[in-house]
């Protein structure tokens, strides 16, 4: 019996200790167990909110520098069979191919050769030719960097959205 009551205490002053340790960690200024591990609780749901908006704050930090620090270049030549597309920008960028290969299909260019890279940046280099199909426009260097300047803004535009 003794043993019994001897383990039943070192188990409340263990208990006792484990709960003014939380009662210090979370500042809590109540003393009933019940209070203690209430205050903990939202003490725990403020420190998910904090990470929560620190997360949130660091996807802004980085792609707000990477829209600053890090532009897309452009560069489009005549060629004998259309035209020699190159976009590049020193990060990845998610999400933008597909809006350069819209861009072509507006155009109504078709991809005869392309080369992509996201290893360590983003390079996209295409040779398209107009497609026979389409209208009778013949299109200049002028007209691809407009239409392939604007997926490239939409793209730009869609990622702040997401941000």
Same mark, same amino acid.
């Given at each position: $019996? ?8 070192? $188990?409340a ?10 009662r210090?960690?979370t ?16 003490y ?6 904090r ?9 802004m930090a ?14 489009v ?5 259309? !035209?020699l ?7 990845c960028?998610g999400g933008?191919?597909? !809006?350069?290969?819209?861009a ?7 991809i !005869?050769?392309?080369?992509?890279s996201?290893?360590e ?5 295409a ?9 009778s426009e ?7 960097k407009?239409?392939v ?15």
């Amino acid at each position: $019996m003794k043993n019994v009551v001897s383990r039943e205490r070192r $188990m409340a002053a263990a208990t006792c200790k484990k709960m003014r340790t939380l009662r210090s960690i979370t500042n809590s200024h109540a003393y009933s167990k019940t209070s203690i591990i209430l205050d903990a609780t939202k003490y725990i749901d403020e420190l998910k909110h904090r990470v929560e908006r620190i997360n949130q704050e660091i996807a802004m930090a980085q792609n707000s520098t990477c829209q600053k620090s890090c532009p897309v270049q452009l560069r489009v030549e005549a060629q004998d069979k259309g !035209f020699l597309i190159k976009v590049f920008s020193e990060r990845c960028c998610g999400g933008l191919l597909v !809006f350069l290969l819209e861009a072509f299909e507006e155009l109504g260019l078709d991809i !005869f050769q392309a080369r992509v890279s996201c290893s360590e940046g983003f390079l996209f280099e295409a040779v398209g030719v107009k497609d026979d199909q389409g209208s009778s426009e013949c299109l200049n260097v002028q007209d691809i960097k407009r239409g392939v300047w604007k997926a490239i803004q939409n793209w730009s535009n869609q990622v702040k959205e997401r941000t």
